[in-house]
């Protein structure tokens, strides 16, 4: 191994991926930390980008491509140290990911919401049955609409805050 540093490919990413899901299942981590990681892996282009997504992560759970090169260091000295450690999450860089996204969860809310309608909504409208409209337009709001609405309000205030993607 000459170089430490290296693009991973598809399938050592979905062994990422595998082992992210094994640690929300075993309860360490909790959905929204598992759903950013599970992000930032689908992004990652080397296998210096996976090594902060496992660092608090016992090293059973890390993929073989964390595990090729010196593991991160896990201290048990009082002196703080960020190796081994998850990188901070800077909200601008966050922000500038979700601003890629925006309008792929726009068009993704839409559709999911049209396929809903035609399948849920208008059979329950035609046929006169409140409660299954009710029902259909409670699950639209919950499951689709909102996380859409989150995203775009989160996108805008950065905007202006004076973020600005790439």
Not at 19 to 38: D, F, K, Y
Not at 95 to 114: I, L, R
Request: charged letters at 25%; glycine letters at 8%; zero cysteines.
């Amino acid at each position: 191994m000459s170089d430490p540093r290296y693009l991973i490919s598809d399938a050592e990413r979905d062994e990422a991926l595998r082992h992210l899901r094994t640690a929300l299942e075993e309860g360490r981590l909790s959905v929204h930390e598992h759903g950013q990681r599970t992000q930032e892996t689908l992004q990652a282009r080397t296998n210096e980008d996976l090594r902060p997504l496992f660092g608090d992560l016992p090293p059973q759970l890390w993929p073989d491509t964390v595990g090729q090169s010196p593991a991160p260091a896990v201290t048990t000295s009082s002196t703080p140290t960020t190796e081994g450690t998850p990188h901070p999450r800077r909200r601008d860089d966050d922000e500038d990911d979700d601003d890629d996204d925006d309008s792929m969860s726009f068009g993704s809310a839409a559709a999911v919401s049209g396929f809903l309608f035609f399948v849920w909504g208008l059979p329950a409208m035609v046929s006169g049955s409140t409660a299954s409209f009710l029902v259909f337009l409670g699950v639209l709001l919950v499951f689709v609409l909102g996380p859409a609405a989150t995203r775009i309000a989160r996108s805008f205030r950065a905007r202006h805050r004076g973020v600005e993607g790439p």
